[in-house]
T-cell receptor, first 116, second 113 residues
Framework: SAVISQKPSRDICQRGTSLTIQCQVDSQVTMMFWYRQQPGQSLTLIATANQGSEATYESGFVIDKFPISRPNLTFSTLTVSNMSPEDSSIYLC?????????????FGSGTRLTVV | GDSVTQMEGPVTLSEEAFLTINCTYTATGYPSLFWYVQYPGEGLQLLLKATKADDKGSNKGFEATYRKETTSFHLEKGSVQVSDSAVYFCALSALGGNNRLAFGKGNQVVVIP
């Protein structure tokens, strides 16, 4: 199974600043996904990142606020830009272990972000 | 669209009690169904899965059966331990789409010694 290293594990940031979250996978994967988990809530998909193309964003999420990079098949970053307290959440990356074969996603350990 | 509904509210029970967490789904086609667990301070881990009707997923004493007739995938464990305290998420993936996961709201389970 794929192992994902996600960092930072947590951060406290000032409003108006930006934070970049990194995910490194120990094997090549086609699709990487970024989720947000707001306090006490379930996971919401932010965007899907494929190598060599622009990320595909879900309704309610825009590239200017959450720019994503996917420079190769093992790495991706998510930036939370111009942060406000409403951005305080856990952000998780995940990879597709082969959904068409009925496997679930593997998730990183998450980045717990607090904006003050 | 595809969606997952989990029973409301946290679940508090004593050690060795029987645990049931209800999950129902709405999907076009034949989705794969999953239960994920999130232990305190950690990311999500796949607990079990089922890919077709009547399949039973099982892991660590937990079981869930894919019931197409009732569109359900309830999670059960016969005798819980304190170490089972976590948040449990039901999820589905509808094949033929873009393979995204749709999650339920999650249930906090607290097991008291």
């Amino acid at each position: 199974s794929a192992v994902i290293s996600q960092k930072p594990s947590r951060d406290i940031c000032q409003r108006g600043t930006s934070l970049t979250i990194q995910c490194q996978v120990d094997s090549q994967v086609t699709m990487m996904f970024w989720y947000r988990q707001q306090p006490g809530q379930s996971l919401t998909l932010i965007a899907t990142a494929n190598q060599g193309s622009e990320a595909t964003y879900e309704s309610g999420f825009v590239i200017d606020k959450f720019p994503i990079s996917r420079p190769n098949l093992t790495f991706s970053t998510l930036t939370v830009s111009n942060m406000s307290p409403e951005d305080s959440s856990i952000y998780l990356c995940s990879v597709d272990r082969g959904m068409r074969q009925g496997y679930g996603y593997t998730f990183g350990s998450g980045t717990r972000l607090t904006v003050v | 669209g595809d969606s997952v509904t989990q029973m409301e509210g946290p679940v508090t029970l004593s050690e060795e009690a029987f645990l049931t967490i209800n999950c129902t789904y709405t999907a076009t086609g034949y989705p794969s169904l999953f239960w994920y667990v999130q232990y305190p301070g950690e990311g999500l881990q796949l607990l079990l899965k089922a890919t077709k009707a009547d399949d039973k997923g099982s892991n660590k004493g937990f079981e869930a059966t894919y019931r197409k007739e009732t569109t359900s995938f309830h999670l059960e464990k016969g005798s819980v331990q304190v170490s089972d305290s976590a948040v449990y998420f039901c999820a589905l993936s509808a094949l033929g789409g873009n393979n995204r996961l749709a999650f339920g709201k999650g249930n906090q389970v607290v097991v008291i010694p």
